[in-house]
């Protein structure tokens, strides 16, 4: 592979669909903040409360109404979370592969693995 197809990603030459992903409102403050302590504790609450949530809007709400004020929710959370992935994507690699030259060296790694193997099996 040659290092041109590496490339940064312009986020205006995305195909449609990742473009409508990258407009997402709402998930802005969810980019920076959501680390260990939002998934562990904050994200596992939201979810415990929406599903009661949505075990109410299903119990009162008639049929065609129900299921569909029950399905924004969940929806919604899946726009969000897509959107953060997206995100952190297009930043890992306009800032680790296309900046730095990806190389993928295999034949170098080969042979410091079995250097390092060689070395462990004379040290014991």
């Known amino acids: 592979m040659s290092e041109q197809e590496f490339k940064?990603?312009?986020?205006d030459k995305l195909p449609l669909?990742?473009?409508l992903i990258l407009?997402?409102?709402g998930a802005e403050?969810?980019?920076?903040?959501s680390s260990g302590i939002f998934w562990a504790i904050v994200m596992p609450?939201?979810?415990m409360i929406e599903f009661f949530l949505n075990m109410f809007i299903l119990i009162y709400f008639r049929f065609p109404l129900n299921i569909i004020l029950a399905s924004i929710i969940?929806?919604?959370i899946f726009l969000i979370f897509v959107r953060i992935s997206l995100q952190r994507f297009i930043n890992w690699w306009n800032s680790e592969v296309a900046?730095?030259?990806f190389k993928w060296n295999l034949e170098e790694k080969i042979q410091e693995y079995l250097a390092?193997?060689?070395n462990k099996e004379e040290k014991e």
Do not use: A
């Open 116 to 118: 390092m193997l060689k």
């Open 45 to 47: 609450v939201f979810l």
């Open 8 to 11: 940064k990603i312009d986020r």
């Open 99 to 101: 900046s730095q030259g």
């Open 29 to 33: 403050f969810l980019e920076n903040c």
């Open 23 to 25: 407009k997402v409102p």
């Open 17 to 19: 669909i990742y473009r």
């Open 74 to 76: 969940p929806t919604t």
